[in-house]
């Protein structure tokens, strides 16, 4: 009865969310300072966001559910319970010191992009949210996880996973932290890029 309950609820907060418009649009700042080019790629069902690193490659980061993402527990209550209650999450990275530009993203994502978005940020913001998303990676006692499935070492991450803060979520919260505007809820990972310096 609990878990029947829970599911209504679930296809409730999901139809709301569609009518409400599961959209994220971008919208680039017009002109970065320093401009150099991430990009944002959609799974499908989750997102991740892809940075040039000051080493030389690209990086890439996600955010997801541990027991989902890295333990693959992956059937009906266990999805449920990862939106009704906040649960262990995880931040994932992964490092190609070889790939240089979009041509090279297929090797940073073995799950498979269904689409690229390009977008242009300022170098000086891009550093920034690097070190503050490897920074998790160099806690003490930390050790990450590597999951094959995603090319990618997951580290626990501090802000609980579920329905108010999930991969698209977090993304979205990324692109902002590079002064890229995010409007809307990409709950869905539904994305639409407008033009740098759109109407507002």
Sequence with gaps: MLLTASLRCLALLLAGMLLAGCAGRVIPPPTPAEPVEVYLLDHGRHASLVLPRQQGG?????????????EGRRHALAAVSALFWPTPSGLGRGVSEEATGRADLGRLAPEGVMRVYPLQADARRVMALERELDAHFERDGIEPVY?????????????AYWFTYQSNLAVARWLRRLGIEVRGIPWLSNWRIDAA???R
């Design 58 to 70: 690209l990086v890439r980061y996600s955010y997801g559910e541990w027991a989902w993402y890295v």
């Design 147 to 159: 999951s094959e499935e995603f090319g990618l070492e997951f580290v626990p991450y501090p802000r």
């Design 197 to 199: 310096g759109g109407q």
